[in-house]
């Protein structure tokens, strides 16, 4: 079988958004290289080479100073390929694992020691099983003598299903990519205001990552722009952005640099673009640098 094609464009457009010093990508994962950091036999999806060198050649490039790797399903719980990519920036990137909800806290510890902040559980159709969310509750008892927090990824249709629980979390909990709304559907649609509800709650963060994802009209994603707008005009403090590199997924490969001029639509004005890029980074997931 042939490789698979990378998801991810070697070659971005600079973007004419000039972003802050200390700017943070909050969502972008690593894949292999495979011959050093296999992937999962299991995995639900078995991606080209994304490695940690074409990440930060990108990050440069858009002028990106902080990032969070979030482990993918395609490594499984094996989280090596993330904690190689935090060694070489130390202090200035971080992670997200993926943990069984039977983790014990020295498996949480040796990860902490490696940069890691959070964990992350999928529940959306093409990324498998997930586990029952009351355990990933349990486990969260764990996570908070860490000061870790949960991510959660999970479809639009089941914010309302799985909110109530989450919200007896002891810890932070992330909500990925806007909830994975479909940008379509309009700002009123039954999700997108359960997210909004569930926002209320202070315990509660949302990642405007994802326009691609949620946009039916393509580049430069107009269509997903208001939704990324009335969470940073509602939650401004508890609002983080990334990239998603490099993009698994998708049948059309995004121009990291038009998603970075996409913060310009959403965040209008500089505090709200310092809040949303270094401010709450900075507060989430704790950096020194």
Known sequence: MADPTPSFNPKPSKPKLKLPPGSCDCHFHVFGPKAQFPFAKDAAYIPADAPKEELFAMHEFVGIDRGVVVQSAAHGFDNSAAANL???????????????????ADEIKKLDTQGFKGVRFNYVGHLGTPPPIDQVVNLASKL???????????DAGLIDQLAPKL??????VVIDHMGRIDAEKGLDQAPFRSLLKVLEDKKFWVKVSGTERASREGPPYADAVPYGRKLIDTFGDRVVWGT???HPNLKEIPDDGVLVDVIAQMAGDDAKRQALLFDNPQRLYGFKA
Not at 86 to 104: C, E, F, H, P, W
Not at 144 to 154: E, K, S, Y
């Open 86 to 104: 935090i060694a070489d920036k130390k202090g200035k990137y971080v992670g997200v694992a993926l943990l069984r909800t039977s983790a014990t």
């Open 144 to 154: 908070a003598a860490f000061g870790w927090h949960l991510q959660i990824h999970m």
């Open 167 to 172: 919200a007896l979390s002891p810890v932070p």
């Open 244 to 246: 998603d590199w490099p």
